[in-house]
């Protein structure tokens, strides 16, 4: 075989014209492809949004056909240069399994994320109290959720615990139940400082008739005073605050009416020594 510079730079240039309208043609597969995946993906987003599905599921959803067409994109241009693209799949099976079984946790935190998709416990824009964290629900990835807290923290949450342990939907219902304790002195007079507690609630037109009035009640005889539950329905955007004003109002107006709110005290009795 004849290894003269001339020969080589035949053969290089054989092999480039061979391989090099290939080359082209993948390269072009490969932008054309990813630019009409782009396009596709927006249209998807486009028509979830017309059709109201939650942000959340809408960016799950585009997140997984975003990453299955990259797959078939990459897929074509190994085809168009020869590649054997069935030996490929079965190589990149294996490799798969291989981090499947290195990344369990990661493939649970998807599989959360399916589940979340599907049974939709909660939507974008919902209140949760779940993994010991409250906040508001931002996005839904394929393997986290992210959730605003109150105070503008951003938690991301792995979905596999998420999906797999206890979720509290604050918000999920239009209307929630604020559930109050006022405790009164032994000395008082209760009837009256049961109309000053209820009367005090009613006045804020926050508070709701329906599902239920408000309601009032002696719930224990405590150590030190005599304790009334109350239980009146608000919104759930209104919530902390007829919880907040209703502490303070009934205070203040139990004061004015000399009714006294007694606080634990104990009796030291010093015995000296004879």
């Not at 043609?25 to 998807?44: D, E, N, P």
């Not at 508070?207 to 304790?227: G, K, Q, R, T, W």
Request: charged share 20%; aromatic share 8%.
């Amino acid at each position: 075989m004849d290894f003269s510079a001339d020969n080589i730079q035949q053969i290089i240039m054989e092999k480039a014209l061979l391989y090099a309208p290939k080359l082209f043609l993948a390269l072009v597969t490969l932008f054309v492809g990813l630019y009409l995946a782009g396009i596709l993906k927006k249209v998807f987003k486009k028509l979830l949004s017309k059709k109201k599905v939650d942000t959340a599921v809408s960016q799950f959803l585009t997140g997984i056909l975003s990453a299955c067409l990259k797959v078939a994109i990459f897929l074509s241009v190994l085809g168009i240069l020869g590649v054997q693209t069935t030996s490929f799949i079965a190589v990149l099976g294996s490799v798969g399994l291989a981090f499947g079984l290195a990344l369990q946790g990661s493939l649970s935190n998807f599989a959360g994320g399916v589940l979340l998709i599907t049974l939709k416990p909660f939507k974008s824009g919902d209140v949760i109290e779940a993994q010991g964290v409250v906040g508001k629900i931002e996005s839904i990835s394929m393997v986290y959720t992210k959730l605003r807290t109150p105070d503008n923290r951003i938690i991301t949450i792995p979905n596999g615990p998420l999906a797999n342990g206890v979720i509290n939907n604050i918000t999920s219902q239009s209307t929630r139940r604020v559930d109050l304790t006022f405790g009164v002195g032994y000395g008082d007079d209760l009837k009256k400082a049961k109309d000053i507690i209820i009367n005090t609630i009613k006045k804020d037109p926050r508070v709701l008739s329906e599902p239920a009035e408000p309601f009032i009640a002696v719930s224990a005889l405590a150590d030190s005073s005599v304790n009334f539950v109350v239980r009146v329905w608000t919104t759930s955007d209104d919530f902390w605050g007829v919880h907040f004003d209703a502490l303070e109002n009934v205070k203040l107006a139990l004061d004015e009416n000399g009714i006294s709110i007694p606080f634990p005290q104990r009796d030291v009795h010093i015995i000296k020594d004879l």
